[in-house]
Each structure stands twice: as structure tokens, then as C-alpha cells.
């Protein structure tokens, strides 16, 4: 029987830079390649993109891949679950390490890799900076990427289009990849999760899951994303607005969520602008592939300079419009906080109303940002609105239907650290599951070999 290990690089034990190595005989395949992107925010002379990756792990921002240096095995593949910033961000600054392993994901993953990954020289000729070859699979499709690994991707939700479960499937038994998830039956974009195939890794044998536990210990199903688009569409119908300017703030990579602010804006009479860099990139992917199909009267100013022309064409005619950006946490050099700073020619107004569509990411950097942030646009009058959000992470309820439907050997929680895993441990031992016997916490940098 062939040997397994599971081998956390990051994301056990802090939020973010998620990245898991697995294992098999004398192949690997790594699960993610994510950033942490508040270590960048506590440093102001960082820039991401110019620094070397030797750098960013001495930071903490991405995953120390030092840790496979005793590995005793080939990297046969990279692959990533979804295209959020902390499973799929230090893929330019990591993949070339493993040169010769393919980079495989859903259609949204890659092409998003591919705009991450590529420089446009003089004369509009694309240059990659990776030496990796990109690989789109779709869901339900099945590859062989070893020897002794076929690679499949199941069809599950989460805040983010096209997310999946990879699923590593060995002779010793399939190994599922479940961070991040939820199980959404109603999803505002895209077919709600595939049970059917989970339940039928169950028939065919896992050998282990390695699954998110951020909210784990919330008991509760998280609601469907249809519940936060009835929110939206409550806090701007309901409310005396037709003077007053409208700011929506939310996730760029939230493409259902920004697709139900867009129409809402474009039923009240108001013409919608998405403003920035990030907003245009992942709103542009989700449009070529055809996610996203927005009212005609969105407009999308992506650079500085185009966010600054078209805030200084609306002018005083900021009723006439519903602005997009990102910021809500308070992040500096983002849309919002740079509005309340006073740094666009477009000024906030008593009673303009400020809707926050996502809740801050409990991080102290991230609380004292938002604080200040709130604070300038109370200052300046505005109305603040909170709320309009649901999350993107299973809580209890789903953690365990996932657990009854996978049957599991063996559970590995991630993300968050020991607290968040203790947690996951208790929910699974109330599904028969027991500590260092069939539930394992690890830290970045440890190593455990399943028992067959």
C-alpha cells in the first residue's frame, strides 16, 4: 500500500497564505499558494510586487516552502481551489520553485492566474512570468497528473464563482481538499454544490479531508447568498435616497454579490460605476467567460487616472449614480478610505449613504482601519449601513453534512490556528471522530503519515 503524507506549509496556523502539500509515494502535489495580506499592510515600505519571495516569507505574507526541502519527492502538480487572494496569491512568487509541475484549476481560477502572471511589454506582446504550464479543468473532469495521482474537481459554492473541492485520488483512497466552502442550494451565479459526487467519493473510500474550520463553532447553517441580495435590495429600496449619493462597498472577487448591487442600481434609475483596479480585473474575467452579464449602463473605471475623471464627471449629479468600490476594511490606499481622506474630486455629503456589503475580517489591523475609517465618513455626515452581508464559510451544520456525506478516515482542520481547529475537532468527535486518532491538528511545517 502506498504511503501518505500530509505536510502543512501555511494556513494552519494563522489566517491566510493557505498552502498544504500531500504525499503520495514518491510524488507531491501541493494544494494552494495563497498570501497574508495583512503582514503586507503592517509593513508601509512593502510592495508585494516587487519583493523577492525570500522576503515575503521572512514577513510572514506568504508560505514558507522551505519546509519541503526534506520532502523525498517530485512536485508533480500545483493545484488551486478557487482564485481568492489566500489560496491562489504567492502563485507568481512560489510556482517557479516547482518549475516543472502544472498549475491545474477551474476556468475563473486560471484565467485569473493567467492575468496574474502576465506582463504586457512595448508593442501589446504578453510576456508569463512563470515557467508554469496553466491547466483548465472542469468540474467533474477527471486527469492524470502522476503516476500514481488522478486529479478531480467536484463542484462546490462559496464567495467566489467556479470554487471547487480538489480531490487527490490514490490507491490508498481519495484525499478531499475542502477550504473554502459552504453549501449554498440557492447561489445568486452557478449550479448549487455537487452532493451527488460527494457522496459518491464516499462508495469509492476517502482516506482523508483536509477542511476549513473558520466557522466551525458557529451553530448555524451559513445562508445562502440569496439572503444577503434580499439585504441589498431591502437597505436601497427602502430608504429615502433619491437626493442623496450611494456608496456600495464589498468584496471585488464577489462577482454574485456585485452582479445583485449592479441590477438593483440599474432598477432604482441610478447608472452604476465599479471603481478600481481589482473591481475591473475580476469583474472583467467573469464577463469574457461569460458569469456576469451586467445592465449596459455599468460603467468600470479600473486605473487612477480613469477613477478620477469619471468622479469628477458626476460632480454634483451624485443622484444620478450608485458607486462601487472596495475599502470596507478600511484598508489603506483602497477606493473608500481614500474617498473619506478627501482624495478624489467627489465629495461625501450629509445623508449620502455608505452601504457596507461585508463584515470586517476580525484582525486587529483590520479593526483599527475600519474604525478610522468610519470615523472620517461620520465626520463627513455620511449614513452608514451595515449588514448587507453573508459569508462564504460553512458553519457547523454543513461541516457536518459534509463529514456524513465524505465519510472520511481521516480529518485534518485548517485555517486559523489551534482555536478554530479545536473547534472542527469537537464537531467531528460528535461525528465519531477522536484527537491524533482520525482528527489531527497540525502547525505550518508539520508532517503526519496516515495510517492505512
Not at 460632480?315 to 475599502?327: A, I, P, S, W
Not at 475537532?425 to 495510517?451: C, F, K, M, P, T
Request: proline share 5%; net charge negative.
Amino acid at each position: 500500500m502506498v504511503d501518505i503524507e500530509v505536510r502543512p506549509v501555511g494556513g494552519y496556523s494563522d489566517f491566510g497564505r493557505n498552502m498544504t502539500c500531500v504525499r503520495v509515494g514518491r510524488e507531491a502535489v501541493i494544494l494552494d499558494m495563497g498570501i497574508r495580506l495583512d503582514r503586507i499592510l503592517l509593513d508601509e515600505e512593502a510592495v508585494f510586487d516587487e519583493m523577492h519571495p525570500v522576503d515575503l516569507q521572512r514577513l510572514g505574507a506568504i508560505p514558507d516552502d522551505t519546509v519541503l526541502k526534506d520532502l523525498g519527492a517530485k512536485v508533480v502538480a500545483i493545484v488551486i481551489g478557487h482564485a481568492h487572494l489566500d489560496h491562489v496569491g504567492a502563485v507568481p512568487k512560489l510556482a517557479p520553485h516547482y518549475k516543472d509541475a502544472a498549475i491545474y484549476g477551474t476556468p475563473y481560477t486560471i484565467k485569473f492566474i493567467e492575468d496574474q502572471t502576465t506582463q504586457w511589454q512595448k508593442g501589446g506582446k504578453p510576456r508569463r512570468t512563470i515557467p508554469n504550464k496553466l491547466v483548465t479543468v472542469e468540474p467533474g473532469e477527471r486527469l492524470r497528473i502522476g503516476k500514481g495521482i488522478e486529479l478531480e474537481l467536484v463542484h462546490t459554492t462559496h464567495s467566489i464563482v467556479d470554487t471547487a473541492f480538489p480531490v487527490l485520488h490514490t490507491d490508498a483512497g481519495a484525499i478531499v481538499y475542502a477550504v473554502d466552502y459552504k453549501f449554498d442550494n440557492t447561489p445568486v451565479i452557478g449550479q448549487k454544490p455537487d452532493y451527488r459526487r460527494m457522496r459518491g467519493l464516499a462508495n469509492e473510500g476517502v482516506a482523508a479531508c483536509i477542511v476549513e474550520s473558520t466557522n466551525a463553532g458557529h451553530e448555524t447553517k451559513t445562508p445562502s447568498e440569496t439572503v444577503a441580495r434580499d439585504m441589498l435590495k431591502d437597505f436601497l429600496f427602502g430608504i429615502e435616497n433619491e437626493r442623496d449619493g450611494i456608496i456600495v462597498t464589498t468584496f471585488s472577487s464577489h462577482i454574485a454579490r456585485i452582479k445583485s448591487i449592479c441590477e438593483f442600481g440599474d432598477k432604482l434609475g441610478r447608472k452604476v460605476v465599479l471603481l478600481g483596479r481589482s473591481m475591473d480585473k475580476y469583474t472583467s474575467i467573469a464577463r469574457d467567460l461569460g458569469y456576469l452579464d451586467l445592465p449596459k449602463t455599468v460603467e468600470v473605471a479600473g486605473h487612477g487616472k480613469a477613477v478620477q475623471q469619471v468622479l469628477k464627471r458626476i460632480g454634483d449629479r451624485r443622484d444620478e449614480y450608485l458607486l462601487v468600490g472596495t475599502g470596507h476594511q478600511g484598508e489603506p490606499g483602497s477606493f473608500l478610505p481614500r474617498l473619506a481622506s478627501g482624495d478624489f474630486p467627489y465629495e461625501i455629503e450629509k445623508h449620502d449613504q455608505v452601504i457596507f456589503s461585508a463584515n470586517t475580517i476580525p484582525h486587529p489591523v483590520n479593526i483599527a482601519n475600519r474604525h478610522i475609517l468610519e470615523t472620517k465618513l461620520k465626520m463627513r455626515g455620511a449614513r452608514i449601513i451595515k449588514g448587507a452581508h453573508v459569508s462564504g464559510h460553512a458553519s457547523r451544520v454543513e461541516h457536518q453534512e459534509l463529514l456524513r456525506m465524505l465519510e472520511p478516515q481521516h480529518i485534518f482542520p485548517n485555517h486559523g490556528g489551534i482555536q478554530l481547529q479545536s473547534e472542527f475537532v469537537e464537531l467531528a468527535h460528535g461525528e465519531g471522530y477522536h484527537l491524533n486518532e482520525s482528527v489531527h491538528i497540525l502547525r505550518n511545517g508539520d508532517a503526519h503519515q496516515l495510517r492505512q
